[in-house]
């Protein structure tokens, strides 16, 4: 149903402006379903959000700043889910952040070179990376089961979690994805900033890269030991009643699902 943001009662935008009805985190995720998105966002906080994306690594939040015309403004506001942010992202802040889901959470941060050597071997510049635990292994896992892709749609053999993304305008698309050994972000757009229809581009230009960059041995993301199993049904969410749920007129709404513990 139509949704309103609670701090501004601006509408959240609907995908394609259609509405789906009940529907769980699950499905939402991979549908990009902002208004899902922005009902989990007034359990979570705004605040909680924006502390959680400094601490994956974007730098270009604005806490609370006055713009040109002297107006308050802020990224800490409910709409942050949805990525309506004052400086936007760059596709260095987006593949290190999203590069911690195929990582059970660990965050190495990105480096250019590893090491400068003069003509004797003499070493002028070493870099090293450095790894932070910003997100915990079962909400990571979690993320990735939800984004993972069909076995036919994965690169090579190892399995692959993507999501695309695009302004309201049109003007900037994005198609983000990773296996468990390799991260990537393709952004797609004009130096002049006009609105276009990508055609899915992104998407292929991603999966060349991919392809080309992954070797064909088998990999899986690592599933905690600690993360447990449940039978619930699908439209309530809540654990499965026998002959109830299994005898809905519309088939068996009884799916297993992956809850962290606690």
């Not at 709409?79 to 190495?108: D, F, R």
């Not at 590893?114 to 870099?127: G, M, P, S, Y």
């Not at 229809?197 to 292929?204: A, I, L, M, V």
Request: aromatic share 8%.
């Amino acid at each position: 149903a139509p949704y309103q943001y609670l701090d501004s009662n601006e509408n959240a935008e609907s995908t394609d402006d259609e509405y789906q009805g009940l529907t769980t985190i699950r499905e939402a995720l991979p549908a990009e379903m902002n208004i899902i998105a922005a009902r989990a966002q007034s359990d979570v906080t705004a605040q909680t959000s924006y502390n959680y994306l400094t601490n994956l690594g974007f730098r270009h939040l604005v806490e609370s700043a006055q713009d040109s015309n002297g107006n308050f403004v802020t990224d800490v506001q409910q709409s942050i889910c949805t990525g309506q942010l004052i400086n936007g992202v760059t596709n260095m802040e987006i593949t290190k952040a999203v590069s911690t889901l195929g990582n059970e959470g660990y965050m190495n941060s990105p480096v250019l070179y590893t090491r400068v050597t003069d003509q004797n071997d003499l070493i002028i510049l070493e870099k090293k990376t450095t790894t932070t635990h910003p997100v915990q292994a079962t909400t990571a896992f979690l993320i990735t089961d939800a984004l993972k892709q069909d076995k036919e749609d994965q690169i090579k053999n190892s399995e692959t979690a993507c999501f695309a993304g695009r302004t309201l305008d049109q003007t900037s698309y994005w198609y983000t994805g990773y296996t468990p050994e390799i991260t990537a972000t393709v952004w797609l757009g004009y130096d002049d900033g006009r609105s276009f229809e990508s055609d899915d581009t992104e998407e292929r230009i991603w999966k060349e890269i991919m392809n080309a960059a992954v070797d064909s041995s088998e990999n899986i993301f690592v599933k905690p030991s600690n993360l447990e199993t449940a039978d619930i049904c699908k439209e309530s969410g809540k654990l499965a009643v026998s002959s109830i749920c299994d005898n809905d007129p519309r088939g068996n709404r009884i799916i297993s699902e992956y809850f962290s513990p606690g």
